[in-house]
């Protein structure tokens, strides 16, 4: 396994699951109600409260689109490190080399790399499945055999 070069591992949001399809419907689904609220209240009160209004229709916005965003965020690892792609808006990509890695656990939501005595980074994991994090681990525990690098379970 030594020395042989391994697939790029790509973990990004899935957005065909059942819960982000929930979440995308129930976005609509409060857009058409403060939609219809909106014209219901304008058409027999004739006045509006624009604050609230706004603010639910932002709401249900962020909800109805929000699978989309959060499908931009990828954390690619391969040989080389780990690249994380539109994880923060000021840089939109952040890059970890392997050669400073001494060892590399898996916990709940986020990776995290020590790179020496005391010194760790967390990297926090996009919407992932079971079987999305199954691979990672795998994955994981593959290139640190390879590597020389601890994976701590």
Request: no cysteine.
């Given at each position: 396994m030594k020395g042989e070069?391994?697939?790029p591992f790509e973990l990004k949001v899935d957005s065909n699951t059942i819960y982000i399809k929930i979440i995308r419907f129930i976005g609509t689904l409060m857009l058409g109600f403060f939609i219809g609220a909106?014209?219901?209240k304008y058409r027999y009160e004739g006045t509006i409260d624009w604050i609230n209004s706004f603010t639910g229709v932002t709401l249900s916005?962020?909800?109805a689109f929000y699978p989309d965003t959060a499908g931009k965020k990828v954390l690619i690892i391969d040989d080389k490190g780990i690249s994380?792609?539109?994880?923060s808006f000021l840089s939109g990509k952040k890059e970890y080399d392997w050669a400073s890695v001494k060892a590399i656990e898996v916990k709940k939501n986020r990776i995290?790399?020590?790179?020496?005595?005391g010194s760790t980074?967390?990297?926090?994991l996009p919407i992932y499945t079971d079987d999305q994090m199954k691979n990672?681990?795998?994955?994981?525990q593959q290139l640190t055999s390879?590597?020389?690098i601890t994976y701590k379970q």
């Open positions: 070069k391994m697939e909106i014209l219901f916005l962020v909800f994380l792609k539109n994880y995290e790399l020590t790179k020496g005595i980074e967390r990297i926090q990672l681990k795998n994955y994981l390879s590597k020389e």
